[in-house]
C-alpha cells in the first residue's frame, strides 16, 4: 500500500470517523444486515417543504436531508446502494432504539469511507 493510501486510511479512522471530534456509535442497518455500535459522522441537512401539488393531502410533511459516513471496514466491506433502505438508530422510545428509516439517495466509496446522501419525509 502506497504511503498515500495508508495516510487515508488512517485519516479515516483518527479524524474523519473520530468520536471526539464529528463521529458518534449508532447501529445502522441495511439489506437485512445490523451493524452496531460503529463510528459514523450524521449530518441532518435540512429540513424544507416539500413541493405541494393541487391534489396532495399530505400538509405537513416535511422532506429531510441527511449525509451519513462510516468506514466500509466497520461493515464488512458492503454498503446500501442507490434507492435502499437505510436505518439509523437516533434514541429510545419505551426504552428501545428508535431507529429512522432513509431511502439512499447516492451512495460513493471513498477509498474506504462510505458516504451517503439520504432522506425520509417526516411530519
Not at 11 to 17: M, P, S
Not at 37 to 58: A, C, E, G, N, P
Amino acid at each position: 500500500m502506497s504511503g498515500f493510501k495508508e495516510q487515508v486510511k488512517r485519516d479515516i479512522a483518527t479524524v474523519f470517523l473520530n468520536t471526539k471530534e464529528f463521529a458518534e456509535k449508532h447501529t445502522i442497518k441495511f439489506d437485512g444486515m445490523t451493524f452496531e455500535d460503529i463510528d459514523v459522522t450524521l449530518i441532518k441537512v435540512k429540513q424544507s417543504d416539500r413541493v405541494i401539488l393541487k391534489d396532495d393531502h399530505m400538509q405537513g410533511v416535511h422532506l429531510v436531508s441527511a449525509e451519513v459516513y462510516f468506514s466500509i471496514s466497520d461493515t464488512d466491506g458492503k454498503f446500501p446502494e442507490h434507492g435502499a433502505h437505510f436505518d439509523i438508530d437516533d434514541g429510545e422510545a419505551l426504552g428501545k432504539p428508535f431507529f429512522e428509516r432513509y431511502r439512499v439517495v447516492t451512495v460513493e466509496n471513498a477509498m474506504g469511507m462510505a458516504c451517503l446522501k439520504l432522506e425520509l419525509y417526516d411530519e
